[in-house]
């Protein structure tokens, strides 16, 4: 009887004991940051809310994969990353893709000047400052996310700013 208890406790060891209901309330905390990311992968309201559904699912499914509820931010971040780079691979086998891409162009007169830019960025840039300056994690956390050195982060926030400075230059008449 001993033995069956232990085998259970180690079974479990390592996995976090959140709730279903923590769950619901972390998503309901961070679910602007998690479309914003999503968005920020697929530049389609329509294809990041199918992510975001998409990864809420499948984060509720494997819920007892995560170790650590402090994590549940990255976590969930790279479930969303994950499933908006699925959603994009499966849009680029579409016929005439491209058509459909130069319409979601953000426009000038935006009030949102800055997300467009940030919106314009190539990707890489772009998801290393939505997750640092939109979402707030650490580089340590980007560097799992998006499973690269911290160095490359580092680098890829670095440049991204740099571009974002430029293209604001550009929009401001050089001010």
């Known amino acids: 009887m001993h033995e069956k208890k232990r085998k259970k406790e180690k079974a479990t060891e390592g996995r976090c004991d959140m709730r279903r209901i923590e769950f619901c309330e972390y998503i309901t905390a961070y679910k602007k940051q998690l479309y914003t990311v999503a968005y920020a992968i697929l530049k389609n309201e329509a294809d990041a809310e199918d992510a975001v559904c998409n990864a809420i699912q499948k984060g509720y499914e494997h819920?007892?994969?995560?170790?650590?509820?402090?994590?549940?931010?990255?976590?969930?971040?790279?479930?969303?990353?994950?499933?908006?780079?699925?959603?994009?691979?499966?849009?680029?086998e579409l016929p005439g893709n491209e058509q459909v891409e130069a319409m979601l162009e953000p426009t000038q007169d935006s009030p949102h000047e800055l997300w467009d830019v940030v919106q314009a960025l190539p990707e890489e840039y772009r998801l290393a400052i939505v997750l640092f300056y939109y979402n707030d994690l650490s580089i340590r956390d980007i560097s799992k996310v998006l499973d690269i050195p911290i160095g490359t982060v580092k680098s890829r926030l670095n440049r991204g700013r740099e571009l974002l400075r430029q293209a604001l230059e550009k929009t401001d008449g050089g001010r």
């Open 63 to 92: 819920l007892e994969q995560l170790r650590n509820p402090q994590k549940f931010k990255p976590w969930m971040i790279t479930i969303i990353k994950n499933e908006a780079l699925q959603i994009k691979r499966k849009r680029l």
